[in-house]
């Protein structure tokens, strides 16, 4: 059974860093992608971050808003993927999940396509 569970969420002032670890049971981070994504209260799921890999090796890919602040990594001898969070903005508080993709290694921003779920990190940026 595949288990997720993202944690490290907190509340933080603005342009400060949180690390936020996914770390999952039953799933080779080694050939199926994972993701990151926030939601807010009456937002749908936003895409926030994705590793994977391809033909041409390991992949990572960025929403517009977060590039050059976030940066995802993973640990495959920890089974984890890292979410690196800097410069934070209030704009990024959000519960952030991480997810996993069953079927294919190539990252993509469509949340559908993920099967795996973690429960939700909170992260707050105060102004």
């Known amino acids: 059974q595949v288990q997720f569970v993202d944690s490290g969420g907190g509340l933080v002032q603005a342009g400060g860093s949180l690390r936020l670890s996914c770390a999952a049971s039953?799933?080779?981070?080694?050939?199926?992608?994972v993701g990151w994504f926030r939601q807010t209260p009456g937002k749908e799921r936003e895409f926030v971050a994705a590793t994977g890999w391809d033909n041409g090796g390991d992949t990572t890919l960025y929403a517009d808003s977060v590039k050059g602040r976030f940066t995802i990594s993973r640990d495959l001898a920890k089974r984890t993927v890292i979410l690196e969070l800097s410069s934070l903005k209030p704009e990024d508080t959000a519960v952030y999940y991480c997810?996993?993709?069953?079927?294919?290694?190539?990252?993509?921003?469509?949340?559908?396509?993920?099967?795996?779920w973690g429960q939700g990190t909170q992260v707050t940026v105060s102004s």
């Open positions: 039953g799933f080779n981070f080694r050939y199926y992608a």
């Open positions: 997810a996993g993709r069953s079927t294919s290694g190539l990252v993509t921003v469509e949340a559908w396509k993920y099967t795996y």
